[in-house]
């Protein structure tokens, strides 16, 4: 049953037209919902507010603003679903900028992301991209609290398929671990762009957020995908809004991306080393641990 949340933002984005949609596809005015809640939220300044990471990364004097720069996006990616092609060129003109001497992935899915930014990134970076093993468990994965969507997308995955087809799988380390089970350690301090878009539980973005915190370099930025959702993704989108007041995090205009910076992000790992958790415990604690 949909929560009074839910119900509220269907009234929202009423219309005739939103009603026809339903009545054709009830999948399909969902995301119409969602698309106009999210606009609406942009155009009245909801939520996070809007900054550029390619301004940022030029501020910083990370990189020269060469105006004959390109990028690069096999023509033949799948654009359904996703990554959009828009936030795919974003990132890919992020990564050309900040050439980052490492990047870390969270959620490989099929690879398209993965892709574009090891076209758009030096040959000496290191690529690190995790899933979910590809025999992973159906049932483990469900009652680890994935919302339903996303189990469907672990259900017909083919981890890194992109990869393979444009030859790429042999410049990135692939690896497959729950990421509520992955220990941090070994990259502790070492990416300059990590890329944040795994399950979309309020349990893993918390999950994932912190140990991409501890991750980080000096210098580098942090990307979430499906920022601003509504519905499912809400507690994504919560979640970010609530670590704003904490930390400087910004969404990238007309899209679902939402970043800061390496400094900002690892701001969080000074409560985590203060007050260590055990690696073993995967409970929430009552009150969100920002």
């Known amino acids: 049953m ?26 399909l005015a969902r995301q119409y919902c969602s698309y106009v809640l999210q606009r609406y939220d942009e155009l009245m300044e909801h939520g996070l507010g809007t900054m550029n990471p390619l301004n940022f990364i030029y501020e910083q004097g990370w990189s020269p603003r060469l105006i004959d720069d390109r990028v690069e996006v096999p023509i033949n990616i799948h654009t359904g679903g996703g990554v959009r092609l828009d936030e795919l060129v974003i990132l890919a003109m992020v990564a050309r900028a900040l050439r980052p001497s490492k990047v870390f992935e969270i959620g490989t899915f099929m690879g398209r992301t993965t892709s574009v930014l090891l076209l758009n990134t030096p040959s000496t970076t290191d690529i690190v991209t995790l899933d979910l093993p590809p025999d992973a468990d159906l049932e483990a994965v469900m009652s680890s609290g994935c919302i339903d969507t996303d189990v469907m997308l672990v259900k017909r995955r ?24 992955f220990d941090p350690a070994a ?15 309020r349990r893993h973005v918390e999950n ?4 991409m915190a501890i991750m980080m370099a000096d210098r580098g930025l942090v990307f979430w995908h499906d920022y601003g959702g509504k519905g499912r993704f809400r507690a994504l989108t919560v979640y970010l809004d609530a670590l704003a007041k904490r930390i400087a995090i910004h969404r990238v205009l007309h899209t679902t991306l939402a970043w800061t910076s390496a400094d900002e992000l690892r701001k969080l790992t000074w409560v985590e080393e203060a007050q260590p958790e055990p690696a073993s415990s995967h409970h929430l604690a009552p009150e969100p641990r920002l």
């Open 187 to 201: 990259h502790r301090h070492s990416v300059e762009l990590g890329f944040i878009d795994g399950a979309h539980s």
């Open 208 to 211: 994932d957020t912190r140990k």
């Open 158 to 181: 083919n981890v890194g398929v992109l990869l393979r087809e444009l030859h790429l799988d042999h410049r990135c380390q692939q690896i497959f671990c729950d990421s509520l089970d």
């Open 2 to 27: 949909a929560g009074l949340s839910e119900i509220f933002d269907a009234l929202k984005c009423a219309s005739l037209q939103g009603m026809r949609l339903a009545l054709k596809d009830r999948q």
